[in-house]
Structures are given as structure tokens and as C-alpha cells.
């Protein structure tokens, strides 16, 4: 496992170079952008094909700085500087720890000085060049994938905290006993948490602009797919728990050409320290399973791509709006309610056990087949 990125490139290559980059968090990050790339294409095509239109804003230009762009400016300025010196002095403790570190509240005071008064005076030499006698009110035209880097931001911030609420819900004995540390760690995300979070969101934000909702969910249908197939892969490589159960039997022999370790896995070196102490090892990851287990974040990463692929392909091929989203949210649905039969979970106890998942999935499935039926039939009485 490679709980680092360091690992890796020392696995790899044979050097070790101290980053302050956990792998998940580095794979979780690849899926953002990866989706926010997706999303973007699917917006300029739509706009191609009249779908989605130029949105014609306010805005008014030429003014001088206020005292709250003053007040922002110094203040991330000076938390960015205060960070940053720090970091830099004690880049041994930001790589042991990055999340403790970041969350805090050591810091260096004339680091955050020096950095918020660069920021004021770089914002206010912008201002200059730009500021009016006179502020105007121009129209401004904005095409809808002009603003996927701030729909990836917003995406990311409530998606993730999300995912942490959802996840804390689900193991609320283990927030109890460790509140700081559930909450600071990068592992240990619910994706439907992150999804229902991150989609209000971003729904929430986009109608401020006008963006027809049923255009936005069906672009960002593959997006999702691909992003979760690929956050995925961090959940393998880092091994942060989102393992399946026990699974002893031997591997079958149509799966001999792949290693051992794509039917059953132990996980050594895994990033949340789970199962029993590796003789010999030295360092922060020295746990492996004592029995190994189904590896299920494997398994989704292949489907998901699959699932990924079909919704590609068929996209243009959907006249009916709203409709894609539907087909992703039955196939992940199915996805994940299946892969969750092999998959380690808090099972709440009713209807004889089951995992939040489970009730999420099955939502999801039983939302896409209902919403695609009210979609299918209000095209069908537009026709007539």
C-alpha cells in the first residue's frame, strides 16, 4: 500500500522524497479535475447545439477597492503566510501530519504579515489599473462552462463535507471517541454523502445563472461516474478501508493471469493502520489484515469505468432531458447496493441489517426508474 505519495515514488523509482501529498487525497484531487474537464465539454457542447444558453449579467465596473476586498485580502493573505512560514521551517511535521498540521494553530506571525501586506498591495495595484473616475454597468455575456472551475470548487468544499457528516453518522461511536481526529481525516468519506451535498450545492449555485437544471445534471452524469471510479483508485492504493469482508477462497483459475491480490488482498502498509503489527516494520504504517479480504475498491474503480464509458457513449444519443442523469443514478445505484453485499459496513440494525449505503442506493434506483418514467411521459404528451 501507499498510505504517501512519497511511498510510491520510493516503491517505483527507489527514492524517497518527503511530500506533504496523502494518496487518496492526491486521487480525490484527480477526480475533480478530471469531472470539472468532463462537465466542461458537455456545457460547450450543449451551447453548440442551442441547448444551454449565454447567460447576460450586471456588472459593475471601475470601482475602487472596499473595506471588505481590503479586509479578505489581509486576512487569507495573512492565514496563507502564517501557514506557509511555518510549513516551510517545519516541513518534517507538515509531511508527518499534513491535515494536523494545516488544522492547527501553529503558525508563523511574520510570515502572515509579510504575505497579507504583499496581498493588499498586489490586489490594490490590480485595483488602479482598472478603477474608474466614474464605476459603470456593463453587460456581460458568461457561457455556463465558464463557470465549472467555481462549480468544481463549490463541489469539492460541501461534497467533502458532506462526505464527512455522512460517514460520522454512519460510525457515530467512532466520532465519539475521536471527534478531532474523524473529522481532520481525509479517509473515511461517504460518496453518497459528498453527492447529495456537493449536487444540492451546485444546483443551488447554477440557477443563480439561469442554468436550465436538467441540462447541468445530465452533463455532470458521466462526470460522476469517472470521478468516483477514480477517487476509487486512492481507496486501493492508500488502503483506506473501504476493503470487503474476509474472503479465503482460493482464486479461480480464470482469473490466473491477474496477481493474487485482484481476488483477495491483506493490504500491508494500509494508511488507517487497521489489522496487526508487520515484524520488522519501521514508521507510521505497520498493520496488515490478518486475514485477507475482498478488495472492492478494485471492483468499482473497473465497473465505474465501464459505467463511465456506456454513459458516454450514449449521451448524444438521448433527446430527452434529464433523462442520462437518470441512467446514472440507477447504475450506481445497482453498483453500489450489489458491491456493498462484499463490502465491510456499519449495518444499522432493521429489515434484518443493513448498511446506510444500501438505503441510499436503493433510493437512487428507485428515484432514476420514477423520474425517468415522469420524464419518458411528459415528452411523450409535448409530442402529441
Not at 501529498?21 to 484527480?30: D, E, L, P
Not at 495595484?125 to 465558464?146: C, F, M, Q, R, W
Not at 467512532?174 to 444546483?203: E, K, M, N, R
Not at 430527452?320 to 441512467?327: E, H, Y
Amino acid at each position: 500500500m501507499y498510505p504517501t505519495i512519497s511511498h510510491l515514488i520510493e516503491d517505483v523509482f527507489g527514492i524517497y522524497i518527503p511530500l506533504p501529498i496523502q494518496t487518496f487525497g492526491f486521487w480525490v484531487a484527480i477526480a475533480f479535475l478530471a469531472a470539472s474537464f468532463v462537465i466542461k465539454i458537455e456545457l460547450q457542447r450543449k451551447e453548440n447545439e442551442g441547448l444551454v444558453s449565454i447567460i447576460k449579467v450586471k456588472k459593475l465596473i471601475g470601482e475602487k477597492l472596499n473595506y471588505l476586498e481590503i479586509a479578505s485580502s489581509l486576512f487569507f493573505g495573512f492565514f496563507i503566510g502564517f501557514k506557509l512560514f511555518e510549513a516551510i521551517f517545519n516541513y518534517g511535521d507538515l509531511v508527518s501530519d499534513p491535515q494536523g498540521f494545516i488544522l492547527s494553530l501553529r503558525g508563523n506571525i511574520l510570515g502572515g504579515i509579510i504575505i497579507a501586506l504583499v496581498s493588499f498591495y498586489t490586489k490594490h495595484k490590480e485595483n488602479k489599473k482598472i478603477a474608474l473616475s466614474v464605476p459603470k454597468l456593463i453587460t456581460k455575456e458568461i457561457h455556463a462552462y465558464e463557470l465549472v472551475g467555481n462549480i468544481t470548487i463549490i463541489a469539492a468544499i460541501s461534497g467533502i463535507v458532506g462526505a464527512k457528516i455522512f460517514h460520522n453518522l454512519e460510525n457515530i461511536n467512532d466520532f465519539l471517541a475521536d471527534p478531532i481526529g474523524q473529522l481532520i481525516s481525509f479517509s473515511g468519506l461517504t460518496f453518497y454523502g459528498g453527492l447529495i451535498c456537493g449536487a444540492i450545492s451546485v444546483i443551488l449555485y447554477c440557477k443563480k445563472y439561469k442554468i436550465n437544471t436538467l441540462h447541468l445534471i445530465d452533463s455532470t452524469a458521466p462526470a460522476l461516474m469517472l470521478a468516483y471510479g477514480i477517487g476509487r483508485i486512492g481507496c486501493q492504493m492508500s488502503g483506506d478501508g473501504d476493503w470487503g469482508i474476509t474472503n479465503l477462497s482460493p482464486k479461480p483459475g480464470w482469473l490466473s493471469f491477474f496477481p493474487d491480490w485482484v481476488w483477495s488482498y491483506d493490504f500491508p502498509n494500509n494508511v488507517i493502520n487497521a489489522g496487526v503489527y508487520i515484524e520488522g516494520c519501521t514508521g507510521r504504517f505497520c498493520s496488515v489484515l490478518p486475514q485477507p479480504v475482498w478488495p472492492t475498491a478494485l471492483y468499482e474503480v473497473i465497473m465505474c469505468l465501464i459505467l463511465f464509458v456506456i454513459l458516454w457513449v450514449i449521451r448524444k444519443k438521448i433527446k430527452i432531458s434529464g433523462l442520462l442523469f437518470c441512467f446514472y443514478l440507477i447504475m450506481n445505484g445497482i453498483e453500489r447496493f450489489f458491491i456493498e453485499k462484499i463490502r465491510v459496513n456499519t449495518e444499522y440494525n432493521i429489515l434484518g441489517g443493513i448498511t446506510q449505503a444500501e438505503i441510499i442506493s436503493f433510493l437512487l434506483i428507485l428515484s432514476g426508474i420514477v423520474f425517468s418514467i415522469f420524464l419518458i411521459n411528459k415528452d411523450r404528451k409535448l409530442k402529441i
